[in-house]
């Protein structure tokens, strides 16, 4: 069946640049996506990539997609204290969406 | 736009015992997900909606469990004999066909005792 893969933990300074990585299994998967998840609440869609395009930008977001290696990343620019969450990715599987186990995020000040 | 609700943001209950949530979509959007996250675990999917029809079912939905999205706007789902194993966050999404990504509530965090 289908997976994804993503680092557990990660921890950068405020200011720095974040690189949360994945991998997922299907390549069939049209639109792979990255959630976050602040502590006790739902799930935020941050971005979304197409599978035909390598990288997008959205702010202080880029995703980048190799899809030969079925790799994603989510860069965040210029880290802040707000940034501190769970990062899921999350690849689509016909009408449903197969998430990662999370990112944990810490920003030090 | 008020976003997806849900009700009750917590629950504890005793083993063996029923539990119902339930679910407010987006007004506009006629699909809706149920997802379950234990901790350290990303979401994991129970079942979808399209207006009113039940069209998925995760394995993960075992007999005791129960959705029903009655007039294709809100939706409940019932848990029956609750175990411990069930004690899980609940979370429910909406989206609207042709768009991308969902929209979580904040999801109903069931505690069985």
């Known amino acids: 069946g289908e997976d994804v893969e993503q680092s557990l933990f990660l921890s950068v300074r405020e200011g720095d640049s974040s690189v949360i990585n994945c991998t997922y299994t299907?390549?069939?998967?049209?639109?792979l996506y990255w959630y976050k998840q602040e502590p006790g609440a739902g799930l935020q869609l941050l971005t979304y990539?197409?599978?035909?395009?390598d990288m997008k930008q959205d702010q202080r977001l880029t995703v980048l997609l190799n899809k030969k290696d079925k790799h994603l990343s989510l860069r965040i620019a210029d880290t802040q204290t707000g940034d501190s969450a769970i990062y899921f990715c999350?690849?689509?599987?016909?009408?449903?969406?197969?998430f990662g186990a999370g990112t944990i995020l810490r920003v030090k000040s | 736009d008020t976003g997806v609700s849900q009700d009750p943001r917590h629950k504890i209950t005793k083993r063996g015992q029923n539990v119902t949530f339930r679910c407010d979509p987006i007004?506009?959007?006629?699909?809706l997900y149920w997802y379950r996250q234990t901790l350290g675990q990303g979401p994991e999917f129970l079942t979808y909606?399209?207006?009113?029809?039940?069209?998925?079912k995760s394995r993960l939905l075992s007999d005791r469990f129960s959705a029903e999205r009655p007039k294709g706007s809100f939706s409940t789902l019932e848990i029956q004999r609750t175990e411990q194993g069930d004690s899980a966050m609940y979370l429910c999404?909406?989206?609207?066909?042709?768009?991308?990504?969902?929209?979580f509530g904040s999801g109903t965090r069931l505690t069985v005792v």
């Open positions: 999350a690849e689509n599987d016909g009408n449903k969406l197969v």
């Open positions: 007004s506009e959007h006629n699909r």
């Open positions: 999404a909406s989206s609207r066909t042709g768009t991308y990504g969902y929209t």
């Open positions: 990539i197409f599978s035909n395009m």
């Open positions: 909606f399209q207006n009113e029809a039940q069209l998925e």
């Open positions: 299907d390549s069939s998967s049209t639109y």
